[in-house]
């Protein structure tokens, strides 16, 4: 089942650290933590262990990325970190073929598993959609897609190397 600890270190090194570009909706960000989202936090001052602990309370939990299967879980979560944790969830329900209620539940689980690997093409071909579709892919489409498909290739691989 899922990891946090390997996922994040490898959302951690494709968010970076201080961003500020003009077109970015966030804002202001830092390790991928953006003002925006959270504009109660000084984010010049956020550390890398403070924005752990934000990733696993807001994103990693609400996922269910625990439960879900390796390489699954490391393209939840880093959707989550791109385009929130209900989107997350939402694509995977609707590549998974169940009700889209944007909660993880034990249908979603079950069928998530059920569905592996072929589960992981898809859930990356929605996302590319979702991207594709979003006012600013013409700034960012092509950084999207890199880290998109990195992680996918990651996803497989630990699938393929999965010790379940």
Not at 85 to 105: F, H
Not at 111 to 137: G, S
Not at 145 to 162: E, N
């Amino acid at each position: 089942m899922g990891d946090f600890h390997r996922c994040i270190e490898i959302i951690l090194i494709e968010e970076g650290g201080l961003v500020n570009h003009p077109r970015d909706p966030g804002k202001l960000t830092k390790f991928g933590i953006s003002q925006r989202s959270y504009p109660d936090i000084d984010i010049t001052a956020l550390t890398r262990e403070q924005a752990i602990g934000i990733y696993q309370r807001d994103y990693w939990e609400p996922i269910h990325g625990g439960s879900l299967p390796v390489g699954l879980d490391l393209l939840l979560l880093d959707t989550a970190a791109n385009m929130g944790a209900t989107t997350a969830v939402l694509l995977l329900q609707e590549a998974v073929g169940v009700t889209m209620d944007g909660i993880i539940g034990p249908v979603t689980l079950a069928r998530a598993r059920q569905t592996m690997p072929d589960v992981l093409r898809e859930f990356c071909a929605l996302r590319a959609w979702h991207y594709e579709i979003n006012r600013n892919e013409d700034v960012f489409g092509k950084g999207w897609f890199r880290r998109l498909f990195h992680m996918y290739d990651t996803a497989v691989s630990w699938h393929v190397g999965r010790s379940e």
